[in-house]
Protein backbone atom coordinates (compact mmCIF):
# COMPACT_ATOMS: atom_id res chain seq x y z
CA UNK A 1 0.00 0.00 0.00
CA UNK A 2 1.26 3.54 -0.92
CA UNK A 3 0.78 6.39 1.32
CA UNK A 4 1.46 9.91 0.63
CA UNK A 5 1.74 12.68 3.44
CA UNK A 6 -0.22 15.53 1.93
CA UNK A 7 2.67 18.33 0.83
CA UNK A 8 5.06 16.04 -0.01
CA UNK A 9 6.01 15.39 -3.50
CA UNK A 10 4.79 12.13 -4.94
CA UNK A 11 7.72 9.06 -5.26
CA UNK A 12 8.18 6.37 -7.80
CA UNK A 13 5.93 4.04 -5.99
CA UNK A 14 3.37 6.26 -5.39
CA UNK A 15 3.30 7.65 -9.04
CA UNK A 16 3.42 3.70 -10.02
CA UNK A 17 0.24 2.98 -8.37
CA UNK A 18 -1.47 5.78 -9.17
CA UNK A 19 -0.94 4.99 -13.21
CA UNK A 20 -1.34 1.30 -12.33
CA UNK A 21 -5.07 2.19 -11.30
CA UNK A 22 -5.90 4.55 -14.01
CA UNK A 23 -4.91 2.12 -16.45
CA UNK A 24 -6.94 -0.72 -14.98
CA UNK A 25 -9.59 1.71 -15.22
CA UNK A 26 -9.27 2.57 -19.13
CA UNK A 27 -8.59 -1.35 -19.83
CA UNK A 28 -11.87 -2.15 -17.69
CA UNK A 29 -13.88 0.52 -19.79
CA UNK A 30 -12.85 -0.26 -22.95
CA UNK A 31 -13.70 -4.12 -21.97
CA UNK A 32 -17.45 -2.98 -20.72
CA UNK A 33 -17.93 -0.61 -23.95
CA UNK A 34 -16.45 -3.79 -26.16
CA UNK A 35 -19.51 -5.80 -24.76
CA UNK A 36 -22.76 -6.28 -27.32
CA UNK A 37 -25.47 -6.47 -24.50
CA UNK A 38 -26.62 -4.81 -21.76
CA UNK A 39 -25.58 -8.31 -19.56
CA UNK A 40 -22.63 -8.41 -20.74
CA UNK A 41 -21.33 -4.96 -19.96
CA UNK A 42 -22.97 -5.32 -16.70
CA UNK A 43 -21.30 -8.69 -16.41
CA UNK A 44 -17.78 -6.67 -16.98
CA UNK A 45 -18.58 -3.94 -14.36
CA UNK A 46 -19.51 -6.49 -11.52
CA UNK A 47 -16.10 -8.16 -12.19
CA UNK A 48 -14.42 -4.42 -12.20
CA UNK A 49 -16.20 -4.12 -8.92
CA UNK A 50 -14.64 -7.04 -7.55
CA UNK A 51 -11.72 -5.57 -8.17
CA UNK A 52 -9.58 -7.95 -10.34
CA UNK A 53 -6.11 -6.54 -11.28
CA UNK A 54 -3.89 -5.53 -14.51
CA UNK A 55 -2.86 -9.29 -15.44
CA UNK A 56 -6.68 -9.82 -15.43
CA UNK A 57 -7.25 -6.75 -17.60
CA UNK A 58 -4.48 -7.82 -19.79
CA UNK A 59 -5.81 -11.55 -20.38
CA UNK A 60 -9.86 -10.01 -21.18
CA UNK A 61 -8.51 -7.53 -23.21
CA UNK A 62 -5.89 -10.29 -25.44
CA UNK A 63 -9.34 -12.12 -25.56
CA UNK A 64 -11.12 -9.13 -27.36
CA UNK A 65 -7.94 -8.65 -28.82
CA UNK A 66 -8.54 -12.54 -30.31
CA UNK A 67 -12.30 -12.19 -31.16
CA UNK A 68 -12.07 -9.25 -33.43
CA UNK A 69 -12.79 -9.71 -36.75
CA UNK A 70 -11.08 -10.50 -40.36
CA UNK A 71 -7.19 -9.86 -40.00
CA UNK A 72 -6.77 -7.59 -37.03
CA UNK A 73 -6.52 -10.31 -34.50
CA UNK A 74 -3.30 -11.71 -36.32
CA UNK A 75 -2.31 -8.16 -36.82
CA UNK A 76 -2.60 -6.91 -33.34
CA UNK A 77 -0.69 -10.15 -31.97
CA UNK A 78 2.30 -9.09 -34.70
CA UNK A 79 2.41 -6.01 -33.36
CA UNK A 80 2.60 -7.41 -29.51
CA UNK A 81 5.24 -9.53 -30.64
CA UNK A 82 7.76 -7.31 -32.39
CA UNK A 83 7.09 -4.32 -29.46
CA UNK A 84 7.95 -7.53 -26.78
CA UNK A 85 11.17 -8.86 -28.22
CA UNK A 86 12.76 -6.38 -30.98
CA UNK A 87 16.38 -5.44 -29.75
CA UNK A 88 15.28 -1.89 -29.42
CA UNK A 89 12.20 0.14 -29.19
CA UNK A 90 11.04 0.18 -33.13
CA UNK A 91 9.77 3.40 -35.01
CA UNK A 92 6.71 3.75 -36.10
CA UNK A 93 7.45 3.85 -39.93
CA UNK A 94 10.45 0.65 -38.56
CA UNK A 95 7.05 -1.61 -37.63
CA UNK A 96 4.66 -0.40 -39.86
CA UNK A 97 7.03 -1.83 -42.79
CA UNK A 98 8.18 -4.77 -40.69
CA UNK A 99 4.18 -5.80 -40.48
CA UNK A 100 3.75 -4.84 -44.53
CA UNK A 101 6.98 -7.85 -45.09
CA UNK A 102 5.75 -11.65 -46.58
CA UNK A 103 8.14 -13.71 -45.69
CA UNK A 104 10.11 -15.57 -48.56
CA UNK A 105 9.00 -12.75 -50.95
CA UNK A 106 11.88 -11.60 -53.50
CA UNK A 107 10.59 -7.85 -53.28
CA UNK A 108 8.67 -5.21 -51.10
CA UNK A 109 5.28 -4.48 -51.48
CA UNK A 110 4.49 -0.87 -50.30
CA UNK A 111 0.97 -1.90 -50.84
CA UNK A 112 1.12 -4.39 -47.91
CA UNK A 113 2.40 -2.41 -45.44
CA UNK A 114 -0.53 -1.25 -43.06
CA UNK A 115 -1.48 2.10 -42.00
CA UNK A 116 -0.48 3.07 -38.14
CA UNK A 117 -3.95 3.94 -37.65
CA UNK A 118 -5.41 0.13 -38.25
CA UNK A 119 -2.19 -1.20 -36.41
CA UNK A 120 -2.99 0.86 -33.28
CA UNK A 121 -6.41 -0.47 -33.35
CA UNK A 122 -6.31 -3.65 -33.71
CA UNK A 123 -4.12 -3.93 -30.49
CA UNK A 124 -6.90 -2.30 -28.34
CA UNK A 125 -5.07 -0.10 -26.37
CA UNK A 126 -2.14 -2.10 -25.37
CA UNK A 127 0.52 -0.23 -27.39
CA UNK A 128 1.01 3.45 -27.61
CA UNK A 129 3.13 5.92 -29.83
CA UNK A 130 5.72 8.66 -28.04
CA UNK A 131 4.87 11.76 -29.44
CA UNK A 132 8.38 13.16 -29.31
CA UNK A 133 10.26 10.00 -31.29
CA UNK A 134 7.73 7.92 -32.51
CA UNK A 135 8.60 5.23 -31.43
CA UNK A 136 5.88 2.11 -30.32
CA UNK A 137 5.93 0.94 -26.76
CA UNK A 138 3.32 -0.92 -24.95
CA UNK A 139 0.90 0.94 -22.53
CA UNK A 140 3.09 -0.44 -19.30
CA UNK A 141 6.23 -2.18 -18.83
CA UNK A 142 3.93 -5.09 -16.43
CA UNK A 143 2.26 -5.73 -19.92
CA UNK A 144 5.95 -6.88 -20.92
CA UNK A 145 5.76 -9.28 -17.80
CA UNK A 146 2.53 -10.54 -19.25
CA UNK A 147 3.38 -11.19 -22.18
CA UNK A 148 6.19 -13.33 -21.48
CA UNK A 149 4.78 -15.14 -18.90
CA UNK A 150 2.82 -16.43 -21.40
CA UNK A 151 5.63 -18.63 -23.90
CA UNK A 152 2.67 -19.98 -26.15
CA UNK A 153 1.08 -16.75 -27.34
CA UNK A 154 4.02 -16.07 -30.11
CA UNK A 155 5.26 -18.92 -31.78
CA UNK A 156 8.94 -18.83 -31.88
CA UNK A 157 9.26 -14.82 -32.53
CA UNK A 158 12.76 -14.54 -32.82
CA UNK A 159 12.68 -17.10 -35.85
CA UNK A 160 9.62 -14.75 -37.38
CA UNK A 161 11.65 -11.25 -36.71
CA UNK A 162 14.83 -12.89 -38.48
CA UNK A 163 12.58 -14.07 -40.98
CA UNK A 164 10.94 -10.80 -42.04
CA UNK A 165 14.87 -9.02 -41.53
CA UNK A 166 16.08 -11.17 -44.02
CA UNK A 167 13.31 -11.18 -46.64
CA UNK A 168 13.71 -7.86 -46.67
CA UNK A 169 17.84 -7.04 -47.00
CA UNK A 170 17.67 -10.54 -49.65
CA UNK A 171 14.53 -7.89 -51.52
CA UNK A 172 15.54 -6.57 -54.40
CA UNK A 173 15.05 -3.01 -54.06
CA UNK A 174 17.96 -3.41 -50.95
CA UNK A 175 19.96 -5.21 -53.00
CA UNK A 176 19.59 -2.78 -55.59
CA UNK A 177 21.40 0.15 -53.30
CA UNK A 178 24.87 1.40 -53.76
CA UNK A 179 26.85 0.06 -50.88
CA UNK A 180 28.49 2.98 -50.44
CA UNK A 181 25.48 4.91 -48.95
CA UNK A 182 26.18 6.54 -45.58
CA UNK A 183 22.51 6.19 -44.10
CA UNK A 184 19.38 4.10 -45.15
CA UNK A 185 16.80 5.71 -47.96
CA UNK A 186 13.95 7.34 -46.41
CA UNK A 187 11.44 5.23 -48.20
CA UNK A 188 13.50 1.91 -46.09
CA UNK A 189 12.67 2.88 -42.63
CA UNK A 190 13.59 -1.14 -41.63
CA UNK A 191 16.34 -1.36 -43.42
CA UNK A 192 18.32 0.06 -40.41
CA UNK A 193 17.03 -2.31 -37.77
CA UNK A 194 17.57 -5.08 -40.22
CA UNK A 195 21.14 -4.32 -41.05
CA UNK A 196 21.90 -4.07 -37.28
CA UNK A 197 20.26 -6.67 -35.93
CA UNK A 198 19.15 -9.82 -38.19
CA UNK A 199 22.22 -11.65 -36.81
CA UNK A 200 20.74 -11.80 -33.58
CA UNK A 201 17.40 -12.88 -34.08
CA UNK A 202 19.13 -15.64 -36.09
CA UNK A 203 21.29 -16.96 -33.16
CA UNK A 204 18.33 -17.12 -31.07
CA UNK A 205 16.13 -18.63 -33.80
CA UNK A 206 18.08 -20.24 -36.07
CA UNK A 207 15.79 -22.76 -38.34
CA UNK A 208 16.72 -24.37 -41.71
CA UNK A 209 14.71 -21.93 -43.56
CA UNK A 210 16.41 -18.70 -41.46
CA UNK A 211 19.77 -20.19 -42.39
CA UNK A 212 19.39 -20.07 -46.09
CA UNK A 213 17.84 -16.83 -46.13
CA UNK A 214 21.20 -15.99 -43.94
CA UNK A 215 23.34 -17.31 -46.48
CA UNK A 216 21.36 -15.75 -49.24
CA UNK A 217 22.40 -12.21 -47.43
CA UNK A 218 26.23 -13.27 -47.10
CA UNK A 219 26.54 -14.48 -50.42
CA UNK A 220 28.60 -11.22 -51.40
CA UNK A 221 28.22 -9.40 -48.66
CA UNK A 222 30.72 -6.62 -49.00
CA UNK A 223 28.92 -5.36 -52.24
CA UNK A 224 25.55 -5.02 -49.63
CA UNK A 225 24.21 -1.80 -48.07
CA UNK A 226 23.69 -3.26 -44.91
CA UNK A 227 27.79 -4.15 -44.66
CA UNK A 228 28.19 -0.65 -45.09
CA UNK A 229 26.11 0.30 -42.68
CA UNK A 230 27.03 -2.26 -40.02
CA UNK A 231 30.38 -0.69 -40.48
CA UNK A 232 29.47 2.61 -40.24
CA UNK A 233 27.95 2.12 -37.13
CA UNK A 234 31.23 0.32 -35.46
CA UNK A 235 33.25 3.00 -36.23
CA UNK A 236 31.08 5.80 -35.19
CA UNK A 237 30.65 3.89 -31.77
CA UNK A 238 34.57 4.21 -31.78
CA UNK A 239 34.91 7.89 -32.73
CA UNK A 240 36.74 6.65 -36.14
CA UNK A 241 36.96 8.26 -39.42
CA UNK A 242 34.99 6.90 -42.78
CA UNK A 243 34.88 3.10 -43.53
CA UNK A 244 36.83 3.34 -46.66
CA UNK A 245 37.62 5.12 -49.53
CA UNK A 246 37.00 3.97 -53.08
CA UNK A 247 33.34 3.68 -55.45
CA UNK A 248 32.92 0.01 -54.34
CA UNK A 249 30.93 -1.41 -50.99
CA UNK A 250 33.68 -2.12 -47.46
CA UNK A 251 36.28 -3.79 -49.87
CA UNK A 252 37.39 -7.93 -48.34
CA UNK A 253 34.53 -7.96 -45.96
CA UNK A 254 33.15 -11.41 -46.04
CA UNK A 255 29.95 -13.05 -44.69
CA UNK A 256 32.63 -14.83 -42.26
CA UNK A 257 33.49 -11.97 -40.86
CA UNK A 258 29.84 -10.58 -40.05
CA UNK A 259 28.92 -13.72 -38.69
CA UNK A 260 31.60 -14.16 -36.66
CA UNK A 261 31.37 -10.66 -34.91
CA UNK A 262 27.74 -11.50 -34.19
CA UNK A 263 28.55 -14.88 -32.84
CA UNK A 264 25.56 -16.81 -35.20
CA UNK A 265 27.52 -20.30 -34.65
CA UNK A 266 25.08 -22.20 -37.28
CA UNK A 267 26.23 -19.92 -39.40
CA UNK A 268 29.86 -20.15 -38.98
CA UNK A 269 29.70 -23.66 -38.81
CA UNK A 270 28.19 -23.35 -42.82
CA UNK A 271 30.54 -21.29 -43.97
CA UNK A 272 33.21 -23.32 -42.51
CA UNK A 273 32.02 -25.96 -45.01
CA UNK A 274 31.69 -24.02 -47.91
CA UNK A 275 34.65 -25.22 -50.64
CA UNK A 276 36.97 -22.66 -51.19
CA UNK A 277 36.79 -20.89 -48.49
CA UNK A 278 39.82 -18.37 -47.33
CA UNK A 279 39.59 -18.71 -43.71
CA UNK A 280 41.99 -15.87 -43.17
CA UNK A 281 40.58 -13.33 -45.74
CA UNK A 282 41.35 -9.76 -44.79
CA UNK A 283 39.20 -6.75 -44.73
CA UNK A 284 39.88 -3.30 -45.42
CA UNK A 285 41.45 -3.07 -42.13
CA UNK A 286 43.41 -6.03 -42.99
CA UNK A 287 41.53 -8.02 -40.15
CA UNK A 288 40.67 -11.63 -40.57
CA UNK A 289 37.19 -13.08 -39.15
CA UNK A 290 39.36 -14.53 -36.11
CA UNK A 291 40.32 -10.71 -35.56
CA UNK A 292 36.69 -9.47 -35.44
CA UNK A 293 35.50 -12.74 -33.28
CA UNK A 294 37.87 -12.07 -30.77
CA UNK A 295 37.51 -8.55 -30.52
CA UNK A 296 33.94 -8.72 -29.58
CA UNK A 297 34.66 -11.60 -27.38
CA UNK A 298 33.22 -14.50 -29.23
CA UNK A 299 34.98 -17.15 -27.48
CA UNK A 300 32.86 -20.36 -29.15
CA UNK A 301 33.51 -18.82 -32.52
CA UNK A 302 36.92 -18.12 -31.57
CA UNK A 303 37.35 -21.94 -30.43
CA UNK A 304 35.80 -23.02 -33.51
CA UNK A 305 38.30 -21.11 -35.82
CA UNK A 306 41.22 -22.03 -34.35
CA UNK A 307 40.39 -25.49 -34.73
CA UNK A 308 41.29 -25.28 -38.28
CA UNK A 309 44.79 -26.31 -39.16
CA UNK A 310 44.91 -23.70 -42.17
CA UNK A 311 43.81 -20.86 -39.41
CA UNK A 312 46.42 -18.38 -38.42
CA UNK A 313 45.97 -17.45 -35.00
CA UNK A 314 48.45 -14.17 -34.70
CA UNK A 315 47.82 -11.94 -37.53
CA UNK A 316 48.04 -8.40 -36.65
CA UNK A 317 45.80 -5.66 -38.73
CA UNK A 318 47.09 -3.19 -41.37
CA UNK A 319 45.65 -0.46 -39.54
CA UNK A 320 46.48 -0.55 -36.12
CA UNK A 321 49.12 -3.57 -36.00
CA UNK A 322 47.49 -5.43 -33.11
CA UNK A 323 46.70 -8.88 -33.30
CA UNK A 324 43.61 -11.13 -32.31
CA UNK A 325 45.32 -11.33 -28.63
CA UNK A 326 45.66 -7.82 -28.58
CA UNK A 327 42.32 -6.55 -29.70
CA UNK A 328 40.98 -9.34 -27.05
CA UNK A 329 42.80 -7.73 -24.06
CA UNK A 330 40.94 -4.79 -24.73
CA UNK A 331 37.40 -5.66 -25.01
CA UNK A 332 36.81 -9.55 -24.53
CA UNK A 333 36.53 -12.00 -21.80
CA UNK A 334 39.54 -13.49 -20.36
CA UNK A 335 38.11 -17.13 -22.46
CA UNK A 336 38.64 -15.83 -25.79
CA UNK A 337 42.40 -14.58 -24.08
CA UNK A 338 43.52 -17.94 -22.58
CA UNK A 339 42.11 -19.65 -25.76
CA UNK A 340 44.74 -17.82 -27.82
CA UNK A 341 47.40 -18.05 -25.07
CA UNK A 342 47.08 -21.59 -25.77
CA UNK A 343 48.57 -21.76 -29.24
CA UNK A 344 51.94 -21.46 -29.15
CA UNK A 345 52.13 -19.99 -32.79
CA UNK A 346 50.83 -16.72 -30.63
CA UNK A 347 53.15 -13.99 -29.59
CA UNK A 348 51.74 -12.42 -26.12
CA UNK A 349 54.09 -9.29 -26.14
CA UNK A 350 53.31 -8.10 -29.55
CA UNK A 351 54.22 -4.73 -30.61
CA UNK A 352 51.12 -2.40 -32.39
CA UNK A 353 51.61 0.61 -34.33
CA UNK A 354 48.30 2.21 -31.77
CA UNK A 355 51.15 3.67 -29.87
CA UNK A 356 53.69 1.01 -29.35
CA UNK A 357 51.57 -0.96 -26.64
CA UNK A 358 51.71 -4.69 -25.80
CA UNK A 359 48.67 -6.75 -25.13
CA UNK A 360 49.52 -6.17 -21.44
CA UNK A 361 49.68 -2.46 -21.82
CA UNK A 362 46.15 -3.18 -23.21
CA UNK A 363 44.90 -4.93 -20.98
CA UNK A 364 45.91 -3.15 -18.09
CA UNK A 365 44.67 0.10 -19.31
CA UNK A 366 41.00 -1.37 -19.61
CA UNK A 367 41.36 -2.99 -16.04
CA UNK A 368 40.81 -6.18 -17.64
CA UNK A 369 42.49 -8.14 -14.21
CA UNK A 370 42.25 -12.04 -15.93
CA UNK A 371 43.57 -10.75 -18.84
CA UNK A 372 46.40 -9.03 -16.79
CA UNK A 373 46.92 -12.57 -14.69
CA UNK A 374 46.75 -14.96 -17.55
CA UNK A 375 49.56 -12.71 -19.33
CA UNK A 376 51.98 -12.42 -16.49
CA UNK A 377 52.11 -16.18 -16.01
CA UNK A 378 54.02 -16.50 -19.34
CA UNK A 379 57.82 -15.73 -18.99
CA UNK A 380 57.82 -14.29 -22.40
CA UNK A 381 55.30 -11.07 -21.53
CA UNK A 382 57.46 -8.17 -20.37
CA UNK A 383 55.78 -6.53 -17.50
CA UNK A 384 57.91 -3.28 -17.18
CA UNK A 385 57.77 -2.94 -21.31
CA UNK A 386 57.14 0.99 -21.53
CA UNK A 387 55.19 1.80 -24.74
CA UNK A 388 55.81 5.38 -27.03
CA UNK A 389 53.22 7.33 -24.59
CA UNK A 390 55.89 6.26 -21.91
CA UNK A 391 53.85 4.35 -19.66
CA UNK A 392 54.50 0.94 -18.11
CA UNK A 393 51.29 -1.79 -18.04
CA UNK A 394 51.11 -0.39 -14.38
CA UNK A 395 51.21 3.35 -15.07
CA UNK A 396 48.34 2.67 -17.42
CA UNK A 397 46.59 0.95 -14.47
CA UNK A 398 47.10 3.52 -12.26
CA UNK A 399 46.13 6.22 -14.50
CA UNK A 400 42.77 4.26 -15.01
CA UNK A 401 42.40 3.41 -11.42
CA UNK A 402 42.00 -0.41 -12.21
CA UNK A 403 42.71 -1.10 -8.19
CA UNK A 404 42.64 -4.95 -8.91
CA UNK A 405 44.87 -4.55 -11.70
CA UNK A 406 47.76 -2.58 -10.10
CA UNK A 407 47.56 -5.12 -7.01
CA UNK A 408 48.12 -7.77 -9.99
CA UNK A 409 50.72 -6.14 -11.44
CA UNK A 410 52.55 -5.56 -7.65
CA UNK A 411 52.21 -8.62 -6.83
CA UNK A 412 54.59 -9.96 -9.32
CA UNK A 413 58.17 -8.96 -7.91
CA UNK A 414 59.70 -8.05 -11.07
CA UNK A 415 57.35 -5.06 -11.63
CA UNK A 416 59.23 -2.17 -11.44
CA UNK A 417 57.04 0.21 -9.44
CA UNK A 418 58.61 3.89 -10.26
Partial sequence: MCVRVSGSPPNDAYLLTITCRFLLVLLNIDAILGG?????????????????????????????????????????????????YSQRPLRSKELCHALGVEIGSTELDLENVPAL??????????VTVEGSSSTIRLVHFTLQEHLLSNPTLFHNPHTTIAEVCLTYLNSGSVRGLLPTLHSAPSTMPLLEYASFYWGEHARRGMTENVKLLSLRLLD?????????????????????????????????????????????????????????????????????????????????????????????PDPPDTTFYRTPLGWAAENASGGVVKLLLERKDVNPDHIDTGGGRTPLSIAAQNGREQTVKMLLEREDVNPNYVDEY???????????GHEGVVKTLLARGDVNPD
Fill in 36 to 84: TTIRQRRKKLEEMARGNGLSDAYTETLTRLKAQKGDKPLLGLKVLMWVS
Fill in 390 to 400: DRTPLAWAVSG
Fill in 220 to 312: KFDEHISAQLLLLRYHEERGWGPCFNGEGGPPGLTGLHAVASIGVMDLVGALLEMEGLDINATDWMGRTALTRAAERGQEEVVKKLLEREDIN
Fill in 117 to 126: KTLLSSCLGL
